[in-house]
C-alpha cells in the first residue's frame, strides 16, 4: 500500500508549525510530508520591527525549516498552481524545470503580500515590511540616510535623506516607523550636525485612526504619543503620487524623501488564483470551520490567504494575524491526522486575546483580554507572548541573549549599506 503523501504549500506560521506538528504526531512511515516554499525558512513577523531597530540579531527571527523539520522534504521554489481535481501542484525551483508534485492531501498556506494602489512611482520608490530582507533593508537604508546627512552641504540633499515616510497605520506601519525613529534618535547623539529636529518622520493612513486592532482609545494615545516624539500622524490622508520619491498627499502637501515603506494592507497570495480553488469576494480559499477547503475531504487551508468562519464571532472571519495563524495550524494538523486516520474532526474555535504592540525601547501599547496597557509593561508583555511563541529553544535563547546584552552595552548604529551591492568594491579594483 503506498504511503499517504502530503503536501504542505508555504512554509510561514501556518506551514512550518502544521508540518512541526505532523512530523512530531505521525508514526514512522505512515505519511510522507512535503513542505514547497520560496524561502528555507520562516520568519516571525512580530519580531521584524525590533530586528529593523537592531534590538534583536536578524538571523535570530527566522527559523530555518530544514533543521527543525528533519523529516519532511523541503522544496525551495514557487508553486505555481495546486489543482484540486487531479491533485497535482507545479512548483518552480530557483534554478531549473519546473516540478509537478502529485499529493493525497494538501495544505494551502501560502500567506499573502503586500497589496499596493495604482499610485504613480509606488513601485519603483516603495519597499515592504512584511520580510526580513526588507527589515535588514531599512535598517542599513535609514543609518546609511543619517550618514549622508552628516557628510554633506546641499540642504536640498541633506532635507531629503532625513524626511522618512510610512504609509499604513496598522500593526505594521506603526511598529516600524515607532522603532525605527526611535533608533534613529539615539544614533542621533553620534552624528555630529544631526539633532532630532532635522528630522522628518510621516505616518499617512487613510482612515480616522491607527492601530484599530487595539482599540480607539489607545490607537488615539498612540497617536499622541508618536507626535510628542516629532512623528506627523497625518490621518485621513492618501498618498496620491510618489514619482521620482516625490511624495504627493491629497492634503496638498508635497515634499522630497529617499525613504517610502508602504504598509497599507496586504492581499492573498496569487497563487490562490493559479488552479481551481474556491474562493470568496476577497480572492481567500473558501474554507469550514474544519479549516477543509470547501466542497473537499482532503484539502485543508488556514493563514492569511483563507476565508476561516470566526465561530466566536457569527458572520464574521478570523483576521490575518499570527495569534490566529499558530492556532489554527495544530487544529489544523490535527484534523488532517483525524482524516488521514478516519477519525472525526474538530471545528477551529478561538476568541482573540487581544493585541499588543511595539513602540520603540521600553514603550508600548497593548488591549489584553479587555484591558488597556501602554508604556512599560504593554511593551514587557509585547516581548514576553511574542518571546513565548517564537519556535525552538534556539531562538528563544539567542533572542533573551540578545536583549540581555542591550541591557549593558549602546546599540550598534553601524550601517552595513554595502551588503546591498556587494560586488561593487571588487568591480571597481577591476577597472583600476
Not at 520568519?43 to 531597530?53: G, K, R, V
Request: some cysteine; aromatic content about 8%.
Amino acid at each position: 500500500m503506498a504511503v499517504p503523501r502530503i503536501l504542505i504549500v508555504g512554509g510561514g506560521y501556518v506551514g512550518m508549525y502544521t508540518a512541526l506538528r505532523l512530523q512530531r504526531k505521525l508514526h514512522r512511515g505512515e505519511a510522507q510530508v512535503t513542505v514547497v516554499d520560496d524561502d528555507s525558512y520562516m520568519t516571525y513577523q512580530p519580531f521584524l520591527p525590533e530586528a529593523a531597530a537592531g534590538s534583536i540579531e536578524a538571523r535570530h527571527v527566522v527559523v530555518p525549516l530544514r533543521q527543525v523539520l528533519s523529516s519532511c522534504r523541503i522544496f525551495s521554489g514557487r508553486a505555481t498552481s495546486v489543482r484540486l481535481a487531479d491533485r497535482k501542484a507545479e512548483v518552480k525551483p530557483h534554478e531549473g524545470p519546473e516540478l509537478t508534485l502529485d499529493y493525497d492531501y494538501v495544505v494551502l498556506a501560502p500567506g499573502s503580500v503586500s497589496r499596493l494602489l495604482p499610485i504613480p512611482g509606488l513601485a519603483e520608490s516603495g519597499i515592504g515590511f512584511k520580510t526580513v530582507e526588507e527589515a535588514i533593508h531599512l535598517r542599513n537604508h535609514v543609518l546609511g540616510r543619517m550618514d549622508v546627512a552628516a557628510s554633506t552641504t546641499d540642504e536640498e540633499v541633506r532635507r531629503r535623506a532625513l524626511t522618512f515616510v510610512f504609509v499604513g497605520g496598522g500593526f505594521a506601519g506603526v511598529e516600524a516607523l515607532a522603532e525605527l525613529e526611535d533608533m534613529a534618535t539615539y544614533a542621533c547623539r553620534f552624528f555630529k550636525g544631526i539633532r532630532r529636529t532635522d528630522m522628518r518622520w510621516v505616518l499617512v493612513e487613510a482612515t480616522d485612526r491607527i492601530l484599530p486592532e487595539v482599540g480607539p482609545d489607545m490607537g488615539r494615545w498612540t497617536a499622541r504619543q508618536l507626535s510628542e516624539r516629532g512623528v506627523e500622524v497625518r490621518m485621513r490622508t492618501l498618498l496620491k503620487s510618489a514619482e521620482n520619491c516625490h511624495i504627493v498627499l491629497d492634503d496638498g502637501d508635497a515634499f522630497d524623501t529617499d525613504t517610502l515603506v508602504w504598509t497599507a494592507g496586504v492581499k492573498p497570495n496569487p497563487l490562490v488564483r493559479a488552479g481551481d480553488l474556491p474562493l470568496d469576494e476577497k480572492g481567500r480559499v473558501r474554507a469550514t470551520p474544519f479549516l477543509r477547503v470547501e466542497g473537499t475531504d482532503f484539502a485543508f487551508t488556514a493563514g492569511d490567504a483563507a476565508a476561516v468562519p470566526d465561530l466566536t464571532r457569527p458572520g464574521q472571519m478570523c483576521p490575518p494575524n499570527a495569534q490566529h495563524a499558530v492556532r489554527q495550524a495544530r487544529r489544523l494538523a490535527d484534523n488532517l491526522l483525524a482524516a488521514l486516520r478516519g477519525g472525526g474532526l474538530r471545528p477551529y474555535r478561538h476568541k482573540s486575546a487581544g493585541s499588543v504592540a511595539s513602540l520603540g525601547l521600553y514603550k508600548g501599547v497593548a488591549q489584553v483580554y479587555g484591558r488597556e496597557l501602554r508604556g512599560y509593561p504593554a511593551w514587557f508583555m509585547h516581548r514576553t507572548y511574542h518571546l513565548m511563541r517564537m519556535p525552538t529553544l534556539n531562538k528563544k535563547s539567542r533572542i533573551l541573549a540578545d536583549w540581555t546584552l542591550g541591557l549593558f552595552f549602546p546599540r550598534e548604529i553601524v550601517s552595513l549599506g554595502a551588503v546591498q551591492n556587494p560586488r561593487e568594491e571588487f568591480t571597481l579594483a577591476a577597472r583600476m
